[in-house]
């Protein structure tokens, strides 16, 4: 400090000393002073709670009696011969026989000389052996406050309550490192704050990191001020231009015109740093280094270390709480989904939003346009720049997949084919993602929004993508993982969007004829399959093993898509001109005997959408015999469940595929569900033994399969349901625990969203009835093409709901022959309950009529609705309670026809 500004400042603080009083208050001040000296705790008993002077006590005691304050306003005090300082001491070493540090502090000026003279004089005596006498005039409680205790923050804001020029001389002088007020709009959040002081606790050095615009200074400055007692030194350091930790120990602190050295106070004094915006070349173990065993320092970027603590978005609440701050009127509510929708839980894009609601902007019009808040300026560079701008070095190649993809998330075996493992983890230790399932990697809404504005990703870029999703796609097509079905899932859209602008590589299109369902197929971009089959005919097989795929499943592509489209009629007479593809395909040169079983297999499955199954048996058996290929011995299983003399053989097929799949071969996972869905309809005739055993086999697949984004997962996992709401209620619960809900990319899949209706419809006869059908309703209008199926449970959940007018109007939309024994019940039903007894007898005799075969199992429940149809009617219903009974052994269906006997 300049010798003339410290000399200014003590005289400052002398004359305010002077003019200190009442005692109580210099006594206050004198045991505050003491305390931050000497980092001990003191009792002060010198006065009472009112002020007043309590005789024969010493002013000050620390708890354990070895430092002992006596204070004192008299003028005069350290003058002459010392009379009442001495009288002090004697008074302290009789009452504190302990004592060792021994202060006796004065508001006024000391004569000079007597100080000095008095402690060699005390120190001689016997007595004073072992202890330590400060005897402390004005001007060196002016000194040491200057020269020590200025710096510190915490000890400053508790003496100035007592001498306030204090807090005057410190904001007189330009201070340096001082934390920056909390944001007028900051939200607290008290999950962040918990974690961060967990960590200081056991920590030297703590990193916050995160996108620009994330809240990491503000959660920073939240934490410095809270500890504002924990620490005798708190200081913020912009952190942008100091490259090293050289340069950070260089920084010189500054507070009242007193300066000092961060690395020195780090070392020395119990410190807390804020290290704001760091540079990426700061180490966090040279920066832990530097602290002593009672500092800390907090450090804030965007580019990660390992075991960072990566700073959340804001919760829903958080984010509606920061919006309408300062605004006298709540957000509505569809405007607030929307702008949650767009930018999710981003502070600074919030922040942004909420400063031209209170301009006067209305919320419908934010939310319009919330969608280009990236674009909005922010300290003079857009929002986009501020929140990736300094990342593109680091991350450019990972964040130009999401571009090219032209969505927030992406595959994650996909992202790791083309980056690599190590360059995955590095990428999600940024705070860039969002929490996805295991399957895929998901950045954060704002930072998708950001991204779209910024021309990272070239044409060139674009192409070598490209090429590498080719490459990913022929590995995984025979492969038996879940690779390919995710990436059918996850980047359809993008597949969709190559394949329309004239990419048409075989490895694309076989993506796209996987689509399930039918209104989802485009199936104007697949090829047709008669001329590409009559193309390869004359080609050798070896060499175009895709597109010989391409044609099967186009075909069957197509026959889905004109199945719920435009009805059962029209996709037979389709199919019945597909057969010379197949012909086609069966004469290439160098078919090997794989290839030959798919042809062959597909054939036979075609015959088999046809309704011809004599000659679809043959063909499968026919396959099975020449290549064990596992497909077709579940298509066998399947029929053979509609035979009950063939059950044995059902049973045979089916384990020899569990049998594969234990010991790790050939059975990929969607195999595996389909065999699980076969499996649970045949529980009552011979499937009940194997399902038993296996059944966690097969959940377990469905579950995972639901959870990484599979829609086929939740297809299954509505197969289980099914099964165990007749055979094992008890276990229904215990499934729906491990049920996830579906994935932000599943909800316009209509089958896993109709899977998840109808799991949802199941469970509401089991568990909290309201809860569970508001679900499924909710589910089932989510559908943009429902299927016949779809729409028929849909209709239940609606009478199950008691809106049977509505239930109606959706049942009597549906034509589907295949299904009519179970859309009568069901418009029975809803007839029944809207007093049309005629009308829901006459359907639910239709139903009883269709019961037989395979479908008996059903006879008992469609017996019980015409029993209560014949009773509104005022007719017997004796025959059909009878034959219901012996039809079922389901406690609950017995359960209901006991009480139409009563």
């Known amino acids: 400090m300049n010798p003339q500004t410290r000399s200014l400042l003590i005289q400052r603080v002398i004359d305010s000393l002077a003019t200190l009083g009442p005692g109580s208050i210099f006594e206050r001040f004198g045991v505050v002073f003491v305390q931050r000296l000497c980092d001990v705790r003191l009792v002060q008993r010198g006065s009472s709670v009112g002020g007043s002077p309590v005789g024969g006590a010493l002013d000050a005691v620390s708890e354990d009696g070895r430092v002992v304050v006596e204070a004192s306003i008299m003028k005069g005090y350290f003058s002459g011969s010392m009379a009442k300082p001495w009288g002090d001491l004697d008074h302290t070493l009789t009452l504190a026989p302990l004592a060792q540090d021994i202060y006796l502090l004065s508001s006024q000026r000391a004569e000079t000389g007597v100080i000095e003279a008095m402690t060699n004089a005390a120190l001689q005596q016997q007595r004073m052996a072992g202890r330590r006498l400060y005897l402390m005039d004005s001007r060196s409680i002016a000194e040491t406050t200057i020269d020590t205790l200025m710096l510190y923050d915490d000890a400053i804001d508790e003496l100035a309550q007592h001498l306030p020029v204090l807090a005057d001389i410190r904001d007189d002088h330009p201070a340096s490192l001082n934390a920056p007020p909390l944001s007028a709009l900051y939200v607290k959040n008290k999950a962040v704050d918990a974690e961060l002081d967990r960590r200081l606790k056991s920590k030297a050095c703590v990193e916050i990191i995160g996108i620009g615009g994330i809240g990491k200074s503000q959660a920073a400055a939240a934490c410095l001020l809270r500890n504002n007692g924990n620490f005798h030194y708190r200081f913020w350091v912009n952190g942008r231009d100091i490259n090293s930790v050289e340069q950070l120990s260089s920084v010189p602190v500054r507070r009242g015109g007193a300066e000092r050295n961060v690395s020195a106070l780090l070392r020395r004094n119990s410190t807390f740093l804020v ?3 760091a540079s990426p070349s700061l180490s966090i173990e040279q920066l832990a280094n530097l602290c002593g065993p009672d500092s800390r320092i907090l450090i804030t970027r965007q580019n990660p270390s390992f075991g960072a603590f990566a700073m959340p978005t804001m919760e829903a609440q958080q984010a509606r709480t920061l919006l309408i701050r300062g605004l006298d009127q709540p957000i509505p509510e569809k405007a607030f989904l929307a702008i949650w929708r767009a930018i999710g839980g981003h502070p600074l894009s919030l922040a942004l939003l909420n400063t031209a609601a209170r301009q006067g902007v209305s ?11 990236a674009k909005l300026p922010v300290d003079g560079a857009r929002l986009a720049d501020r929140i990736l701008g300094r990342l593109k070095p680091a991350i450019e190649e990972e964040l130009c997949l999401f571009q090219w993809a032209n969505q927030s998330h992406c595959d994650r075996a996909f992202f790791k084919h083309v980056i690599g493992v190590m360059r995955l983890r590095a990428f999600e230790q940024h705070g860039l993602t969002a929490a996805e399932s295991d399957a895929s990697i998901r950045i954060h809404d704002i930072v998708f929004a950001a991204l779209k504005s910024l021309n990272w990703l070239t044409a060139e870029k674009a192409r070598e993508i490209d090429n590498q999703l080719e490459a990913f796609i022929l590995q995984q097509i025979r492969g038996n993982g879940h690779n390919l079905q995710l990436i059918a899932s996850q980047l359809r859209v993008k597949i969709t ?19 399930w369902t039918g209104s989802a197929i485009p199936i104007h971009l697949l090829p047709d399959p008669q001329k590409e089959a009559h193309r390869l005919k004359s080609l050798d097989a070896a060499s175009n093993d895709v597109a010989i795929l391409v044609v099967l499943e186009s075909i069957e592509a197509r026959g889905r898509s004109l199945r719920q489209i435009s009805g059962e009629v029209a996709a037979s007479a389709w199919l019945q001109t597909a057969v010379r593809a197949y012909d086609d395909l069966a004469v290439m040169a160098g078919l090997d005997a794989r290839q030959s079983a798919e042809i062959k297999h597909h054939r036979a499955k075609m015959h088999s959408a046809l309704g011809e199954d004599i000659e679809a048996e043959r063909l499968f058996e026919e396959v099975v015999l020449d290549y064990p290929l596992n497909e077709a011995k579940l298509q066998l299983v399947r029929g053979y469940s509609r035979e009950p003399r063939k059950y044995e053989k059902a049973k045979q097929y089916a384990s020899e595929i569990i049998a ?6 050939s059975v990929s996972p969607s195999l595996t569900l389909a065999l699980g869905d076969a499996l649970n309809g045949a529980r009552q005739t011979w499937a009940g033994e194997l399902i038993a055993v296996h059944e966690e086999l097969f959940l377990s697949e469905a579950l995972y399969s639901a959870a990484i984004g599979i829609p086929q997962g939740y297809h299954s996992v509505a197969s289980f349901v099914r099964a165990l709401v007749w ?3 008890d276990e229904v619960e215990k499934v729906l625990e491990r049920l996830p809900e579906p994935s932000p990319w599943m909800m ?15 469970a509401s006869g089991v568990c909290d009835e309201s809860i569970y059908l508001n679900r499924a309703l909710e589910a089932y209008e989510a559908l943009k093409v429902p299927n016949h ?3 028929r449970k849909w209709g239940e959940a609606l009478y199950r709901l008691g809106r049977y007018q509505e239930a109606e109007f959706i049942l009597e939309t549906i034509e589907d022959k295949s299904g009519w024994i179970w859309l009568a019940h069901s418009l029975s039903q809803v007839k029944y309950e809207l007093g049309k007894f005629k009308d829901a007898l006459n359907l639910v005799n239709e139903s009883v009529t269709g019961a037989i075969g395979v479908n008996e199992k059903y006879r008992s429940s469609f017996l019980l609705q015409r029993a209560k149809v014949k009773i509104a009617l005022s007719q017997d219903p004796v025959s059909d309670i009878a034959e219901g009974r012996r039809y079922t052994c389901n406690p609950g269906l017995l359960e209901q026809f006991a009480k139409l006997t009563q």
């Open 497 to 515: 969007s190559n394949v329309e602008k004239g990419d048409r590589r075989a490895a694309f299109l076989y993506v796209l004829s996987m689509v």
């Open 363 to 373: 919320w419908d019009d934010l939310a319009d346009d919330c969608a280009n808040v």
């Open 727 to 729: 055979y094992a209620r």
């Open 748 to 762: 316009d899949d209509d089958q896993s969203r109709g899977s998840y209706a109808e799991i949802m419809l199941l």
């Open 275 to 277: 290290v704001d915006d």
């Open 660 to 665: 594969e799949k234990l010991v790790g071969s």
């Open 789 to 791: 199926y779809q729409k």
